[in-house]
């Protein structure tokens, strides 16, 4: 990660209070960004490889609620 530029990567995270029946909603449009981000990009051919990570995951426990 040192080893490359600022301006070549993207980091971003969001830490989010949502209701737990929204979550299967939630992932559904995860699915659909990275569907449509690979569509997108994948348009033309490539010059560079790149990695996408997305991660989506309760940071409560069941304790805490």
């Not at 569907?35 to 790149?50: P, V």
Request: aromatic letters at 10%.
């Amino acid at each position: 990660l040192r080893e490359v530029e600022v301006s070549l990567r993207e980091f971003t995270s969001e830490t989010l209070s949502i209701n737990a029946s929204n979550v299967p909603a939630c992932k559904e449009l995860i699915r659909e960004f990275k569907a449509k981000f690979s569509r997108l990009m994948e348009e033309q051919q490539g010059d560079e490889t790149y990695q996408l990570q997305i991660q989506f995951f309760p940071f409560t426990t069941k304790e805490s609620l």
